[in-house]
Every structure is written in C-alpha cells, then in structure tokens.
C-alpha cells in the first residue's frame, strides 16, 4: 500500500513561512518519479481547494491563483519527497493540507493521499 | 477559472435507497483529443483524507464498490449511490481537471 506522510505544519503569525514537506514510503514507491504529486488544502468548515502540482521530474509546475508567487512546490525524487515552500501567509490560508500522488494515465486524478498537515496562520 | 457547482447542498437519504448527486461545469469539460471528461468524484469523511472513486467521468477506482457509479457529458455530470450503506455518510466532490486551476465543487453532503 502506499503511503503519503505530511509534515511541517504549525501555527504561524500572518506574513510568516512554513515548508511543508511530503514523503512516500520507500518500498512502495519505488517508481515515485513516475507519478504526478498535487497539494490540495481544506479550510475550515470549508471545501477542497487544489494548491499546486508538480509533474515527474520538477520541470513543470502549477499553482492555484490565490498561492502563486507565494508558494513554491518542488520535488526531490532521490529521497521521494515533495516540498511545499509557503510564504507571506495569510489568515485565509489555515486548514488541512494534504499531499495526493496521481494516477499515472490520468495525472490530475488523486487516487492516493497522506492523512494531512494543519497549517494555523493567527495572530 | 472553470467553476464546478454541485446540488443539492445536503441529501437525506433511507438505507438501501439511491442517492443522486449532480455536478454542472461552467465549461464543458469533454476532451475531443480523447473523448473523455475529465471529471472526477471524491468521497471525504471527517478526519480521513478524500477518496477517489470516479475518473473520466465514469471509471470506477478500483477497490470502489460497484454502487458507486458515475455518468454525464459535456457540463452536467452525475454520481449515482445505489443501494446506500450507512459507511456512505460522507461529502461527495466533482472536480475538473480539464483546465487549470483544477476546481473542486462545494460538495454534497449526504446523510441517513
């Protein structure tokens, strides 16, 4: 079975950083530079909101408005980990965020997704 | 953005009934290069992670039991709920991923 672990969430004053990070289990995931990786967050009492994706190998990225010039995504395939670099946070930025793996034929398909990471931005 | 907007808000629904979703896309999301929609649909209890259970439209995810079922074309889109169990208590989500930014509808929750 797969397994996506999330980790680096926190509680963080507005304007402040956070790195989240994302780490497949190794003997799963032996190809994980095969797979698409997304990030997707749910605030509170809120929906899912999609944050941003990463293709196989870092060269293609993308990020949802609201996040783009703020967050960086990026991967490092030799230790089958996704990073998720967050800047400038805001309030409207807390809740839950979730690393999902994609499905190889379908690469914005999430068939696989770690338990999440509670990211608090408060004063 | 392409906008996904899913009815109704809540579904109250007898144990072994069907329960229907739908999902309407402010864009059509059907692919002419592959003749697929690039629809899906998540299931997300509380405290647990979402779970996917349709693709294209209409693929069922493995392991997703065949009550499960999904249809539609174009911009209106349906998830079917035959014979639903209690375990199905949940929030039902479309999402597009024909066009970026991927978007999620608001859900559907569906109860006993």
């Known amino acids: 079975e797969v397994q996506l672990v999330e980790s680096g969430g926190g509680l963080v004053q507005p304007g402040g950083s956070l790195r989240l990070s994302c780490e497949a289990s190794?003997?799963?995931?032996?190809?994980?530079?095969?797979?698409?990786i997304h990030w997707v967050r749910q605030g509170p009492g809120k929906g899912l909101q999609w944050v941003a994706r990463?293709?196989?190998?870092?060269?293609?990225?993308d990020y949802a408005d609201s996040v783009k010039g703020r967050f960086t995504i990026s991967r490092d395939n030799a230790k089958n980990t996704v990073h998720l670099e967050m800047h400038s946070l805001r309030v409207e930025d807390t809740g839950v965020y979730y690393c999902a793996r994609a499905r190889r034929s379908c690469t914005s398909c999430l068939n696989y997704w770690g338990q999440g990471t509670l990211v608090t931005v408060s004063t | 953005d392409i906008v996904m907007t899913q009815s109704p808000d809540f579904l109250g629904v007898s144990l072994g009934e069907r329960a229907t979703l739908n999902c309407k896309s402010s864009h059509n999301i059907l692919n002419n290069s592959n003749n697929k929609n690039w629809l899906a649909w998540y299931q997300k209890k509380p405290g647990q992670p979402p779970k996917l259970l349709i693709y294209?439209?209409?693929t069922r995810q493995s392991g997703v039991p065949d009550r499960f079922s999904g249809s539609g074309s174009g911009t209106d889109f349906t998830l079917t709920i035959d014979s639903l169990q209690a375990e199905d208590v949940a929030v039902y989500y479309c999402q597009q991923y024909y066009k970026s930014p991927l978007t999620f509808g608001g859900g559907t929750e569906v109860e006993i």
């Open positions: 190794e003997s799963i995931f032996s190809d994980f530079s095969n797979y698409w």
């Open positions: 294209w439209a209409s």
């Open positions: 990463i293709d196989v190998d870092g060269s293609v990225t």
